[in-house]
């Protein structure tokens, strides 16, 4: 059975940095993508590697976040910078292959 296990959450300041991981297990380290959810908002994709290592990101964040990935480790990051207040989210981690979600990891980014 594959699990997923974010952690990394916390509070930063505007302009802070966070990173984020992601630890899978009961499966090889496939597709990857992280979403974020903010209170009264549809969750949304943020980033993804595959297991070629490309990445893409969105707009929003395209600059400032960067995923990569150990494959040694079976984890996959996500380093943000410069944060804004509205990156402020839960963010949750998508094993591609199988749907697997993990319970969200908290990102509040105050002024």
């Known amino acids: 059975q594959v699990q997923v296990v974010e952690s990394g959450g916390g509070l930063v300041q505007t302009g802070g940095s966070l990173t984020l991981s992601c630890v899978v297990s009961g499966s090889n380290l496939n597709t990857i993508a992280w979403y974020r959810q903010a209170p009264g908002w549809q969750r949304e994709w943020v980033a993804s590697?595959?297991?070629?290592?490309?990445?893409n990101y969105a707009d929003s964040v395209k600059g400032r976040f960067t995923i990569s990935r150990d494959n040694a480790k079976k984890t996959v990051y996500l380093k943000m910078n410069n944060l804004k207040i509205e990156d402020s989210a839960v963010y949750y981690c998508?094993?591609?292959?199988?749907?697997?979600w993990g319970q969200g990891t908290s990102v509040t980014v105050s002024p």
């Open positions: 590697i595959n297991s070629g290592v490309a990445t």
């Open positions: 998508h094993e591609w292959r199988t749907g697997t």
